[in-house]
């Protein structure tokens, strides 16, 4: 069975609240990962609201990343759901701040080897100034993935 089925039919959209996400970017970038990216490093994306489509790209390729489904961890993780919680709020810190060596220290802090940007992270980090990445290119960042809708950038050490 091919789970990614309905992402390749033709218009297939998610209706997220926040706006529509095209699933053909995501799949495209998701099966580059699949057949690319070897071991697991750990990514970083959007982190959503419950019952969203989130942790998709974690989802797909196996790979962790910073944040999945934030409810799911701190239910296995009650004691320590303040840690999700400070997950949370650090991805959303690293997608939006404007301080280049802040955003490093993030992705230094959760050992981040792949950005990913897409549709949802547009949608869920509106205000963030998503060029910044490629400002870091050269300085930090490679750009390793792009089609219409999605970037993957490697954090280089």
């Known amino acids: 069975l091919d789970g990614t089925a309905y992402m390749k039919a033709e218009g297939a959209v998610y209706p997220d609240p926040n706006g529509p996400i095209t699933f053909e970017w995501d799949y495209w970038a998701i099966k580059w990962m699949q057949e690319n990216i070897p071991g697991s490093p750990v990514i970083v994306e959007a982190v959503t609201p419950l019952y969203r489509w989130g942790a998709r790209v974690s989802v797909y390729t196996g790979l962790p990343t910073v944040v999945g489904w934030p409810w799911h961890q701190m239910q296995q993780r ?5 840690q999700v ?6 991805v959303e810190e690293l997608f939006i701040t404007a301080d280049l060596s802040r955003t490093m220290m993030l992705l ?3 050992r981040v080897s792949y950005i990913y940007i897409g549709e949802q992270e547009r949608l869920y980090y509106p205000s963030a100034d998503m060029t910044k990445f490629d400002r870091m290119t050269g300085h930090g960042l490679e750009l390793v993935y792009e089609n ?3 970037l993957i950038y490697l954090v280089r050490r």
Do not use: L, Q
């Open 78 to 82: 009650w004691d320590d759901r303040h």
């Open 148 to 150: 219409p809708g999605v």
């Open 85 to 90: 919680e400070s997950r949370v709020a650090d």
């Open 108 to 110: 230094e802090k959760y």
